[in-house]
T-cell receptor, first 116, second 112 residues
Framework: GENVEQHPSTLSVQEGDSAVIKCTYS??????FPWYKQELGKRPQLIID?????GEKKDQRIAVTLNKTAKHFSLHITETQPEDSAVYFC???????????????FGGGTRVLVKP | EPEVTQTPSHQVTQMGQEVILRCVPI?????FYWYRQILGQKVEFLVS????????KSEIFDDQFSVERPDGSNFTLKIRSTKLEDSAMYFC??????????FGPGTRLTVT
């Protein structure tokens, strides 16, 4: 099955600096890669996603890049603010079994702390 | 904006007891999921449900687990005989024909 690895597990940045989180996946058939932000005790919130036919996607201060050949994708947050502090999860969705429900396989999470 | 809702927010139960966790997915969504997250760990897939049947389940989803969509709005997860290791946050998620899965606020299950 799919395996998603995420690094780093913790990331501390100064307000205004950039943060980069990297994920690798194992299933070359995976075609959808969302990123979720989870604040303490809250639900995972979808913040950006990318599909395998696209190499990069940007939404204001966040961007995601995908390298299908290398099977890795990254989240970039620019001009970080204290409210960006949270745990970020990457995930991957496979396509092998079209009858299946297209589950998400999550990475281990990155705890981001933005210091004022 | 429509959201997935879950009840209860926190459930405390004794080992061996049955629990039912409830979810109301977003109304026009067709695919439903349960995930769990043990404290401090990653989110893990349990089961997906489509067209009134399970479409995929993980190794975690053993015979002690079941899901049901008893009416047009609710989606439930039942654990027949809870174990200490079932203590976790359980998230329901749903999606329409697109890929985006939207998560509920979760039910924190504590088994004592």
């Amino acid at each position: 099955g799919e395996n998603v690895e995420q690094h780093p597990s913790t990331l501390s940045v100064q307000e205004g600096d950039s943060a980069v989180i990297k994920c690798t996946y194992s299933d070359s058939a995976s075609n959808y890669f969302p990123w979720y932000k989870q604040e303490l005790g809250k639900r995972p919130q979808l913040i950006i996603d990318i599909r395998s036919n696209v190499g990069e996607k940007k939404d204001q201060r966040i961007a995601v890049t995908l390298n299908k050949t290398a099977k890795h994708f990254s989240l970039h947050i620019t001009e970080t603010q204290p409210e960006d502090s949270a745990v970020y999860f990457c995930a991957a969705k496979g396509t092998r079994n079209k009858a299946a429900g297209n589950k998400l396989t999550f990475g281990g999470g990155t705890r981001v702390l933005v210091k004022p | 904006e429509p959201e997935v809702t879950q009840t209860p927010s926190h459930q405390v139960t004794q080992m061996g007891q049955e629990v039912i966790l409830r979810c109301v997915p977003i109304s026009n969504h067709l695919y439903f999921y349960w995930y769990r997250q043990i404290l401090g760990q990653k989110v893990e897939f349990l089961v997906s449900f489509y067209n009134n049947e399970i479409s995929e389940k993980s190794e975690i989803f053993d015979d002690q687990f079941s899901v049901e969509r008893p009416d047009g709005s609710n989606f439930t997860l039942k654990i027949r005989s809870t174990k200490l290791e079932d203590s976790a946050m359980y998230f329901c998620a749903s999606r329409d024909m697109s890929y985006e899965q939207y998560f509920g606020p979760g039910t924190r299950l504590t088994v004592t």
